[in-house]
């Protein structure tokens, strides 16, 4: 996989709320085999960054692109289509069902033959099997796929809702602050799957005010600032304060050295 090949990328977009401007002629860019952070102060626009390439909003102006040819997303249901699977930060698990239930929620297997079909009969048993399936190739340690969601710790219930969007992505996982309110262990445990994911050859955009875990875990970083990219980042050349000093201004992204630049 070259992992210079642009699997998405967006051009000059914005989004205007009334008077209020959320991007303003924004870029974006994620290659292959990558995990691309995406941070920015309050109102950098990087949730409406984030909205535009899952669907959740139109852009006004630009375009974006997906393994180089433009799409328009109307929905989240016309991103999750071409391949593009996102967790939001209140996950939408459903507490009260099982774990295999929950990774297939929305997507059921549907029995085979005409009765099946014609009744809509959940395939539960080979729903269970694919689970166990896919929760062993990510190395999620689960003991029992029958478990209600509600049983889990908020970090095991942050990996099912990462593990769902790994099951079906086909070309991008977004991540919307998946450790915050999880302690270290369990932000560990999440950090260690989002990097599973990424070795498997899907690339994740990961959204965190969390600059430690970016740090640790990001391939470059890309810093939004007053509704644009002010730059991108190598997080192995550039010190966390000058990071820091970039997204809120305090220092522009031509006074960093060159080769912190990614």
Same mark, same amino acid.
């Not at 102006?61 to 109307?74: C, N, V």
């Given at each position: 996989?070259?992992?210079?090949?642009?699997?998405?990328?967006?051009?000059? @977009?914005?989004? $205007?709320?009334?008077?209020?401007?959320?991007?303003?002629?924004?870029?974006?860019? @994620?290659?292959? %085999?990558?995990?691309?952070?995406?941070?920015?102060?309050? %109102?950098?626009?990087? !949730?409406?960054?984030?909205?535009?390439?899952?669907?959740?909003?139109?852009?006004?102006?630009?375009?974006?692109?997906?393994?180089?040819? =433009?799409?328009?997303?109307?929905?989240?249901?016309?991103?999750?289509?071409?391949?593009?699977?996102?967790?939001?930060?209140?996950?939408?698990?459903?507490?009260?069902?099982?774990?295999?239930?929950?990774?297939?929620?929305?997507?059921?297997?549907?029995?085979?033959?005409?009765?099946?079909?014609?009744?809509?009969?959940?395939?539960?048993?080979?729903?269970?099997?694919?689970?166990?399936? $896919?929760?062993?190739?990510?190395?999620?340690?689960?003991? !029992?796929?029958?478990?209600?969601?509600?049983?889990?710790?908020?970090?095991?219930?942050?990996?099912?809702?990462?593990?769902?969007?790994?099951?079906?992505?086909?070309?991008?996982?977004?991540?919307?602050? =998946?450790?915050?309110?999880?302690?270290?262990?369990?932000?560990?445990?999440?950090?260690?799957?989002?990097?599973?994911? $990424?070795?498997?050859?899907?690339?994740?955009?990961?959204?965190?005010?969390?600059? =430690?875990?970016?740090?640790?875990?990001?391939?470059?970083?890309?810093?939004?600032?007053?509704?644009?990219?002010?730059?991108?980042?190598? =997080?192995?050349?550039?010190?966390? !304060?000058?990071?820091?000093?970039?997204?809120?201004?305090?220092?522009?992204?031509?006074?960093?050295?060159?080769?912190?630049?990614?």
């Amino acid at each position: 996989m070259n992992t210079h090949t642009l699997v998405m990328e967006a051009r000059g @977009l914005v989004k $205007r709320y009334g008077q209020v401007v959320a991007l303003d002629g924004a870029d974006f860019e @994620l290659r292959a %085999g990558e995990i691309m952070a995406v941070i920015g102060d309050n %109102g950098a626009g990087k !949730s409406s960054l984030i909205k535009a390439l899952s669907g959740a909003t139109i852009p006004d102006e630009g375009e974006i692109k997906l393994d180089g040819t =433009p799409i328009h997303f109307k929905s989240p249901a016309d991103a999750r289509r071409e391949g593009i699977e996102t967790v939001y930060q209140d996950l939408a698990v459903a507490p009260a069902m099982t774990i295999a239930e929950n990774l297939f929620l929305g997507r059921e297997i549907i029995k085979g033959g005409f009765l099946g079909r014609l009744l809509r009969i959940i395939d539960k048993k080979e729903m269970l099997q694919q689970s166990v399936a $896919r929760m062993n190739d990510l190395k999620v340690g689960i003991r !029992s796929m029958t478990q209600a969601v509600e049983t889990l710790s908020g970090g095991q219930r942050q990996c099912v809702a990462v593990s769902r969007a790994a099951a079906f992505a086909q070309h991008v996982v977004i991540l919307d602050e =998946p450790t915050a309110a999880l302690g270290v262990k369990e932000g560990n445990m999440v950090l260690e799957l989002i990097r599973r994911v $990424r070795d498997k050859g899907l690339p994740v955009i990961l959204i965190s005010h969390n600059m =430690p875990h970016v740090f640790e875990i990001a391939d470059r970083i890309h810093i939004a600032r007053l509704g644009k990219r002010a730059c991108i980042v190598n =997080p192995k050349k550039i010190t966390m !304060s000058d990071t820091v000093a970039v997204m809120t201004g305090a220092k522009r992204a031509d006074e960093l050295p060159a080769d912190c630049l990614a």
